[in-house]
């Protein structure tokens, strides 16, 4: 048995067994990496956390994108170009045919987002416009009545 730490918030202890070649399994390669591309903050504010959360699952899709082409790789090459193909074979086959159209439905639905943000923005600054000049007229019309401010 090894064990190795990885530093972080908490100490996580990770045990594993020696493979019979002696290298680690892809996971725990690929876990490595991952937490070693994490920037180690203390900021534990909404947008750092917002962003470590965003880079976490970044990684973990990068993982697994990594995963299947790697394993697709190691059936294309035990398999002859005549025989079955496995379920592994066809995910990627699907993942790698369904890529291009959803990255540009994310494509769209960002730019969708970033039209949503703008107008937001420009009510919200409408918004104080027309606020601050209901509230100087409502000053103006209580002074020249005579009211108490």
Sequence with gaps: MLS????GPTKLTVRWEQSTTGEMPFNLVSLR????????????????LYRRQEELETSAMESARQKFATEAESIARKQSALSKKTIQAWM??????????????IET??????????RFQANYERRTYLTHT????????????????
């Design 4 to 7: 190795d730490s990885i530093s």
């Design 33 to 48: 990496e991952d937490l070693s591309k994490m920037s180690k903050t203390t900021d534990d504010s909404y947008t750092e």
């Design 92 to 105: 990627w086959e699907w993942y790698s045919k369904l890529l291009p159209d959803l990255t540009d439905q």
């Design 109 to 118: 639905l960002e730019a969708q987002e970033q039209e949503v943000q703008a």
């Design 134 to 149: 209901l509230e100087s007229v409502i000053l103006t019309v209580r002074t020249n009545s005579g009211e108490e401010v």
